[in-house]
């Protein structure tokens, strides 16, 4: 058995108490292929995330969208690894560009944070990606690798990790990476890990794109040997989140 496909649903910074209801209720009613073939985890912003957990249907998972780097304590405004496993909250997303870049987390405080995270039972969703200037000027595969080894550094296993190649310039902006380019970096990501910590987390590590995916492009998008499934923002708020689920299907054809 290969690589489960994996979609996450990031929330990002929106919601309000109607909306949120609204989202859960129509992921509750769609209809999913079995949790044999694909892993859903939604990420809703930190304040919606008990009740969305427990309004859920069992087989969508949810996710923090960011936890503390190391324990808790006087950290004003922070939340830690602890209390999102104290809530049974599965997974966190970290080390996302939005973060990297609004909030100046560097390539060695994600890695530190993704270690701290697994340290305390957590999964993480790692996540990595060039600008577009860093694609122009040729530097996309040197740039990934730099973040995915901040994060090797301080990690020894990669079982609870699954790998988001977001490319900022795709992310937000409807201009998806075309099917050829994800499946690029997702492969030299692969080849990185191969050559670098070992031909089993090559194998197993599961690798996700994220960046403008939607109903129309992710069965192109899923698709592609390397392609593990899709870290969805502006889409996943939307009843299309369920047809991008059902992309998974595409790996069983
Ligand atoms: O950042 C993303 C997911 O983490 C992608 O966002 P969009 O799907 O809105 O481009």
New binding site residues.
Partial sequence: MGRKFFVGG?WKCNGTTEVVKKIVSTLNAGELPSTDIVEVVVSPPFVFLTSVKSELRPEIQVAAQNCWVKKGGAFTGEVSAEMLVNLDVPWV?LG???RRALLHETNEFVGDKVAYALSQGLKVIA?VGETLEQREAGTTMEVVAAQTKAIADKISSWDNVVL?Y?PVW????GKVASPAQAQEVHAGLRKWFEENISADVAATTRIIY????SGSNCKELGGQPDVDGF?????SLKPEFIDIIKAAEVKCA
């Fill in positions: 990031n997303i996302h560009s939005e996540c988001a977001e795709a992310i937000g902006t994220g960046g403008s995916v870290l969805v923002g502006g889409a």
